[in-house]
């Protein structure tokens, strides 16, 4: 008898129902991977709003922690109870990957499937168990209360990628714009380099949490001048850095003012592309401006986040807002998707 497994499945738009999926078979170097929490990201907050479309029945879950229950041939290095996060999307096979781009995967959309589904699968650990090539894992140690904090090493990575191409150094002046899970995740990666920060955020309740996170400087765009409040701040330079962390293309044409000559702008958010920003080229050349994209993490800034996590250098139990059961998964995506809400789990 074919032996099932619990899942989660946006069936369509407003609709989350829990299914059963077949347990996934372990191939060669794989191994099998017990989910324990999932976070639900923007992704599947978009995917559930009908604000994404990848296609329906659709099964998420890219930020992840679990254990390892079984351990297939040729795998090396991971045995059976091991703690670990999954990561994703990347075939370690390409150009792209071998030369450490791995954000850039040429193979993204031919990933191996890590279960049977019937629909599209972005990550996959909306099902209890999959099975995984054993060079996606990263071995964790934790101690089994702080797992679920685990659950958030991919969005770490995210902003740990952001940070280092920045590079962001001793002294540095960094505004970031907007203070939702990326805005406060950049804000306590900023601080780790030494940089005096600057949130910008209309919301007054994030302004506020922002405070008690210890940016230098918090900025109300709504009712002040942020150009003004910049030229306070910097005494007319600029800022060194802007992370920009909201999806708004309107916002781009007033960036340049805020930053000092040779600044760099790091369009972190997604942003419709359809929707493209002007941008003064000869402003771009004559004062050596940096406009930098990132999106998603490599292996190893994930391995970093591990880290970080593992070292209590980053407090994520904050950003957890609430651990849902398997049982209440619609009302953990209801819960996720209203405003002012961090980081929704669902445990299995
Ligand atoms: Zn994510
Ligand atoms: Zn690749």
Redesign the pocket.
């Known amino acids: 008898m074919t032996e099932l497994v619990r899942a989660i499945s946006v069936e369509k738009i407003g609709s989350v129902e829990n299914i059963n999926l077949e347990k996934p078979k372990l191939r060669d170097y794989e191994v099998l991977f017990k989910v324990h929490y999932v976070?639900l990201?923007?992704?599947e907050q978009r995917v559930y709003k009908g604000k994404r479309d990848y296609g329906y029945p659709f099964l998420g879950g890219?930020?992840n922690v679990g254990e390892i229950i079984e351990v297939g041939n040729g795998v090396v290095g991971f045995e059976k109870g091991d703690y670990s996060v999954f990561t994703f999307n990347y075939c370690n096979q390409c150009e792209s990957c071998q030369s450490g781009r791995g954000t850039q995967c040429e193979h993204q959309k031919e990933q191996l499937q890590k279960i049977e589904f019937d629909g599209s699968i972005v990550g996959g650990a909306m099902s209890e168990y999959i099975a995984v090539p054993a060079w996606q894992l990263i071995k964790i140690t934790p101690k089994i209360e702080d797992l679920p904090v685990f659950a958030l090493t991919?969005?770490l990575a995210?902003c740990i990628h952001s940070v280092e191409k920045a590079n962001i150094q001793f002294g540095d002046t960094v505004l970031i714009i907007g203070f939702g899970i990326m805005g406060w995740l950049h804000l306590q990666l900023a601080k780790l380099r030494g940089a005096i920060t600057i949130v910008s955020e209309g919301d007054e309740e994030r302004r506020n949490f922002a405070q008690v996170e210890g940016a230098d400087y918090v900025i109300n765009p709504m009712e002040e001048s942020v150009e003004s409040c910049i030229n306070e701040i910097t005494q007319q330079k600029g800022v060194t850095v802007i992370v920009n962390t909201v999806a708004n293309p309107n916002i781009w044409d007033s960036l340049f003012s805020l930053l000092t000559t040779q600044g760099k702008i790091i369009a972190y958010s997604s942003q419709d592309m359809k929707k493209p920003a002007s941008v003064d080229m000869g402003y771009i050349h004559s004062k050596e401006i940096q406009i930098i994209g990132t999106v998603n993490p490599t292996v190893h800034d994930n391995l970093k986040a591990t880290k970080l996590i593992m070292a209590k250098r980053i407090d994520l139990e904050k950003m957890i807002d609430s651990i849902f059961d398997y049982e209440d998964a619609k009302a953990a995506f209801d819960h996720a998707c209203l405003p002012n809400v961090y980081r929704v789990l669902i445990k299995f």
């Open positions: 976070s990201c923007t992704i890219h930020e991919e969005p995210c």
